[in-house]
């Protein structure tokens, strides 16, 4: 990118731009974590990750908005900086300014967008639950149609007015319940059980806006979605005892559940077509992963096995993203210190 100097003002430095690269690293860390960790600890791991680096992502764009537009007409900066002296000091690029305002603009626009569906579909789907008549932790719903996932709680002050928030529960239709076989019921319950006690729509929430805040993040979001799946999958075999009937319950919900573009047919406006925090991940290596050995769940990998490969590197791109925060905390104290000179 060309760079632009205007009154003795220096280039925005390359630096400035490592928090837009480094989620680069997000697709063989997901990699890394989905086959080594377990799938509580690397979905866990994998969010924090993604959630650090969408931050630093954003309070990048941010600086180089106000540092990229330093001598522009109608710049963001204080009247106090107008000093000639103080904006000269201050690392100037129209170009990238111009193009950061855009894209800000667009993480803000999309992360109200994916709140906003977020909030409004968990609301719908309770107050449709509501007519029910019965506040049981499973509702099942009269429909030849087979589905099953766990729905949260209520938004704080939307499902119902007045009304005590009302908890997560776990929605399967008759379609679902009929494919199954009692144990396989059982095993289906249990895992999305486990999705409400972990609180998973959480960690997918994080990812989704993480995506938004900078694409080279998405490959976190599927990470994230197959291991929750897998946590889930463990919890349930944990419950039944025997992992051997959770796998065939996953294959076979999986099996009889339609495609996503099916899904929101027409007539079905209680519940059009299931959410994001609803998605199933690979099955075939969910059900692999359930007929192989459980996963180590306590305690760190040893350092040379595959697993301390994997752990060393969450912890380096986790060590690496808290670096770039405090180098960009450090651009603040710059600003700081300039607009101190300013006014003295």
Same mark, same amino acid.
């Given at each position: 990118?060309?760079?632009?100097?205007?009154?003795?003002?220096?280039?925005?430095?390359?630096?400035?731009?490592?928090?837009?690269?480094?989620?680069?690293? =997000?697709?063989?860390?997901?990699?890394?974590?989905?086959? *080594?960790?377990?799938?509580?600890?690397?979905?866990?791991?994998?969010? &924090?990750?993604? $959630? @650090?680096?969408?931050?630093?992502?954003?309070?990048?764009?941010?600086?180089?908005?106000?540092?990229?537009?330093?001598?522009?007409?109608?710049?963001?900066?204080?009247?106090? %900086?107008?000093?000639?002296?103080?904006? =000269?000091?201050?690392? +100037?690029?129209?170009?990238?300014?111009?193009?950061?305002?855009?894209?800000?603009?667009?993480?803000?626009?999309? %992360?109200?967008?994916?709140?906003?569906? *977020?909030?409004? +579909?968990?609301?719908? $789907?309770?107050? &449709?639950?509501?007519?029910?008549?019965?506040?049981?932790?499973?509702?099942?719903?009269?429909?030849?149609?087979? +589905? !099953? +996932?766990?729905?949260?709680?209520?938004?704080?002050?939307?499902?119902?007015?007045?009304?005590?928030?009302?908890?997560?529960?776990?929605?399967?239709?008759?379609?679902?319940?009929?494919?199954?076989?009692?144990?396989?019921?059982?095993?289906?319950?249990?895992?999305?059980?486990?999705?409400?006690?972990?609180?998973?729509?959480?960690?997918?929430?994080?990812?989704?806006?993480?995506?938004?805040?900078?694409?080279?993040?998405?490959?976190?979001?599927?990470?994230?979605?197959?291991?929750?799946?897998? %946590?889930?999958?463990?919890?349930?075999?944990? !419950?039944?005892?025997?992992?051997?009937?959770?796998?065939? &319950?996953?294959?076979? /919900?999986?099996?009889?559940?339609?495609?996503?573009?099916?899904?929101?047919?027409?007539?079905?406006?209680?519940?059009?077509?299931?959410?994001?925090?609803? $998605?199933?991940?690979?099955?075939?290596?969910?059900? $692999?992963?359930?007929?192989?050995?459980?996963?180590? /769940?306590?305690?760190?990998?040893?350092?040379?096995?595959?697993?301390? @490969?994997?752990?060393?590197?969450?912890?380096?791109?986790?060590?690496?993203?808290?670096?770039?925060?405090?180098?960009?905390?450090?651009?603040? !104290?710059?600003?700081?210190?300039?607009?101190?000179?300013?006014?003295?």
């Amino acid at each position: 990118m060309a760079v632009q100097r205007v009154g003795g003002a220096e280039p925005v430095g390359v630096f400035v731009y490592l928090p837009l690269v480094l989620p680069l690293t =997000a697709l063989p860390v997901a990699r890394l974590a989905e086959q *080594h960790l377990h799938p509580r600890t690397a979905a866990r791991l994998l969010t &924090a990750v993604a $959630a @650090i680096l969408a931050v630093c992502s954003t309070v990048c764009l941010a600086l180089l908005v106000v540092v990229g537009t330093a001598q522009l007409p109608g710049n963001p900066l204080p009247d106090s %900086w107008s000093d000639p002296e103080v904006r =000269a000091a201050v690392p +100037y690029d129209e170009v990238t300014g111009k193009v950061s305002i855009g894209a800000l603009a667009a993480v803000l626009t999309a %992360w109200a967008g994916v709140l906003l569906r *977020h909030r409004r +579909y968990r609301a719908k $789907a309770h107050r &449709a639950l509501s007519g029910l008549g019965t506040d049981s932790e499973v509702a099942v719903l009269r429909d030849d149609e087979p +589905y !099953a +996932y766990a729905l949260p709680s209520a938004p704080r002050g939307g499902a119902l007015s007045g009304a005590p928030r009302r908890p997560g529960r776990i929605l399967v239709s008759t379609g679902m319940l009929a494919a199954l076989t009692d144990a396989e019921r059982h095993a289906l319950l249990a895992h999305e059980r486990a999705h409400l006690v972990a609180r998973h729509h959480r960690l997918l929430l994080a990812v989704q806006l993480a995506g938004c805040a900078n694409p080279l993040l998405r490959p976190l979001r599927e990470a994230v979605t197959y291991c929750t799946e897998r %946590w889930a999958d463990e919890e349930a075999a944990a !419950a039944t005892g025997d992992r051997r009937t959770t796998a065939r &319950a996953v294959a076979k /919900a999986a099996l009889v559940t339609p495609r996503p573009s099916s899904r929101a047919r027409p007539g079905r406006t209680a519940f059009p077509g299931l959410p994001a925090f609803a $998605a199933t991940g690979p099955v075939p290596r969910r059900v $692999a992963a359930l007929l192989g050995p459980l996963p180590p /769940a306590n305690g760190w990998p040893p350092a040379l096995t595959g697993a301390g @490969i994997a752990t060393a590197t969450l912890v380096a791109a986790a060590g690496t993203a808290a670096s770039t925060f405090s180098a960009l905390n450090a651009s603040v !104290a710059l600003f700081c210190v300039l607009e101190a000179a300013s006014l003295g």
